[in-house]
């Protein structure tokens, strides 16, 4: 009896009886922007999720603010952890509704590459130097089609390009939808979860439906909201969407962290901050363009352009560095306890 059997492209990409009818087939993919041979192994949204996995802004997460800013203590939530989380539970509702579970993976992965160093705050800052605003969604297209060049899937791209429910249109495929939840989930709980850790909230502050209907932040949360995804869908037919009653709850959870946490006096003081020490490192590299490196320079972009890519990209503790290189250490001594505050 053989111990191995060689499970290629095309023993993977026989999908048709494994998957549901609104599931979006590797086979029927609407290809990439430049042709390439297929791979002997991997279907191409498994090589869309492999390049995501290997790219430089994929590891540059690792040292991205989620919501508080360079915590010091080790179990915060980092941009990178959300991504991580973010794309278990978009898997756990792809897969719980027939719809290819790969393709949902490679968008949850790359979904936040585009974000910004210190959060939305950071966002925020941006948004001035770009003509109707910057937003870390459009930048995450930004980097896997021109700065990284990783020639990804029509369906990753538009995924990365419409995760955030403020983008119109809407993605295209159902996958995608999944991301959309599943990133709402993920920094609902865990962002509640944080802010009890770092004692902005008591657990007992939350809304008492969102505590009766999801129960408790973090693992029960998600656990309940992910039931209410999968139920929702199924009953509605044709999208993917929450149960009537939870989605109402999540709603009231959602309001209730931006007024309590995302707007909160901790994070007043550091986003008046953070955009100071994002917009001066904009503004010197405007007048300084030399000191982008090459490595990280789409040249046929205008200086503007250029310069939010290369400040875009920076980690928030190469973002600090920089500035405090650039403007001496006193320039950000006020935002130091901010920093270590939570």
């Not at 023993?11 to 086979?27: N, Q």
């Not at 419409?162 to 709980?189: F, M, N, Q």
Request: hydrophobic share 40%.
């Amino acid at each position: 009896m053989e111990d191995f059997r060689l499970v290629d492209r095309a023993a993977r990409e026989r999908e048709e009886e494994a998957l549901a009818p609104a599931a979006t087939r590797s086979t029927a993919t609407r290809g990439r922007a430049v042709a390439e041979p297929e791979d002997a192994l991997r279907t191409a949204f498994e090589r869309d999720r492999d390049r995501i996995l290997h790219a430089k802004a994929f590891r540059r997460l690792k040292h991205k603010t989620q919501v508080f800013l360079n915590p010091d203590g080790d179990h915060f939530v980092t941009r990178l952890t959300h991504t991580l989380q973010v794309t278990q539970v978009a898997r756990s509702l792809a897969r719980a509704l027939g719809l290819n579970e790969t393709l949902a993976e490679a968008i949850a992965l790359g979904h936040d590459l585009g974000h910004s160093p210190f959060g939305h705050i950071g966002e925020d800052a941006l948004e001035p130097y770009v003509p109707g605003g910057w937003h870390h969604a459009a930048q995450g297209v930004r980097i896997v089609e021109v700065l990284e060049r990783l020639n990804l899937t029509w369906e990753v791209r538009d995924g990365i390009r419409a995760h955030s429910w403020k983008i119109d249109p809407p993605p295209a495929t159902r996958e995608a939808e999944c991301v959309r939840y599943a990133d709402r989930i993920g920094y609902l709980s865990h962002d509640a979860l944080d802010a009890v850790r770092a004692g902005v909230l008591q657990e007992g502050d939350l809304p008492a439906r969102a505590r009766a209907v999801f129960g408790a932040p973090g693992s029960e949360m998600v656990g309940a909201m992910v039931d209410a995804v999968i139920e929702g869908s199924l009953a509605a037919g044709g999208a993917v969407v929450m149960a009537p009653e939870p989605l109402e709850a999540m709603h009231e959870l959602r309001t209730f962290m931006f007024q309590r946490v995302y707007a909160s006096e901790t994070a007043a003081g550091q986003k008046h901050l953070a955009i100071g020490v994002t917009r001066r490192l904009v503004d010197h590299h405007l007048a300084h363009p030399e000191l982008i490196p090459a490595s990280y320079r789409d040249t046929e972009a205008d200086p503007v352009t250029q310069v939010v890519d290369y400040v875009s990209g920076m980690t928030d503790r190469f973002a600090l560095a920089t500035h405090d290189r650039l403007f001496g250490a006193d320039a950000t001594s006020a935002m130091r306890p901010l920093l270590r505050q939570v």
